[in-house]
């Protein structure tokens, strides 16, 4: 199966900036739609971000548009998620994930449609 390894959670002050990295090792991974998702203490997982095979297309949740960038580098397999004035409401295990299903609105946010899954990194926001 296609190995996705998150990286660069970490602890952050309120209003702080954190990138999120999600690296492959299969090249395959350039041809999939990717998505970040997390999941708070007690709270069930929830989309935050979506991003097309060029990048073209971007989808994001309503709680993280003007604070969140998702992007992607093909040629490093990567998938990054750029965070900032980030919140205690931030605080999550943030997983990524790809898809190689074909795309609409109705399906990119919810979970069941991605089918590799990395470990997720914790991000812990403080004030």
């Known amino acids: 199966q296609v190995p996705l390894v998150e990286s660069g959670g970490g602890l952050v002050q309120v209003g702080g900036s954190l990138r999120l990295s999600c690296a492959s090792s299969?090249?395959?991974?350039?041809?999939?739609?990717a998505g970040w998702f997390r999941q708070a203490p007690g709270k069930a997982r929830e989309f935050v971000s979506a991003?097309?095979?060029?990048?073209?297309?971007?989808t994001y949740a309503e709680f993280v548009k003007g604070r969140f960038t998702i992007s992607r580098d093909n040629a490093l397999n990567t998938v990054y998620l750029q965070m900032n004035n980030l919140q205690p409401e931030d605080t999550a295990v943030y997983f990524c994930a790809t898809s190689p299903k074909v795309y609409s609105s109705e399906v990119v946010a919810t979970d069941q449609w991605y089918t590799y899954w990395g470990q997720g990194t914790q991000v812990t926001v403080s004030s």
């Open positions: 991003i097309s095979v060029t990048g073209i297309r971007t």
């Open positions: 299969d090249r395959t991974l350039r041809g999939y739609y």
